[in-house]
């Protein structure tokens, strides 16, 4: 677990998509882990959830557990897969449990304002 480091991610955070805002918090995670950028989590609470739908795709990391994935649903689009959580971590990374966290694209931002 030393290459994975979490921290209080600092100011706030938005994730937007389909010109709708789906997070917004000041209670964000960064996670850090090994060469790659880091990545936000958001508490489940801090996140509008109406716009995710759950989907049937998973995924394992040996460092964090299995993740759980989410569709994020607009009026204007679907995106499949756009969002994951770790619904019950790995004890080194619990803090990230009820958090998800976005993949960045030329459709959702991800972004400190």
Same mark, same amino acid.
């Given at each position: 677990?030393?290459? !994975?480091? !979490? /921290? ?21 995670? /960064? ?14 609470? =801090? ?5 995710? =739908?759950?989907?049937? *795709? ?13 569709? !994020? ?6 995106? $499949?897969?756009? $969002? ?14 009820? *958090? ?14």
């Amino acid at each position: 677990m030393s290459d !994975i480091t !979490i /921290q209080k991610a600092a100011g706030t955070w938005t994730v937007r998509a389909g010109g709708a805002v789906l997070a917004e918090s000041r209670n964000a995670l /960064q996670l850090n882990e090994g060469d790659h950028p880091y990545v936000v989590y958001f508490p489940r609470g =801090d996140v509008a959830m109406a716009f995710l =739908d759950k989907t049937d *795709h998973s995924s394992h990391c040996p460092k964090k557990g299995d993740a759980s994935y989410y569709s !994020i649903i607009t009026k204007s689009t679907e995106l $499949a897969n756009a $969002a994951w959580s770790y619904e019950d971590p790995f004890p080194g990374v619990a803090e990230i449990k009820d *958090h998800l966290a976005f993949y960045a694209s030329e459709f959702v931002t991800v972004e400190r304002v």
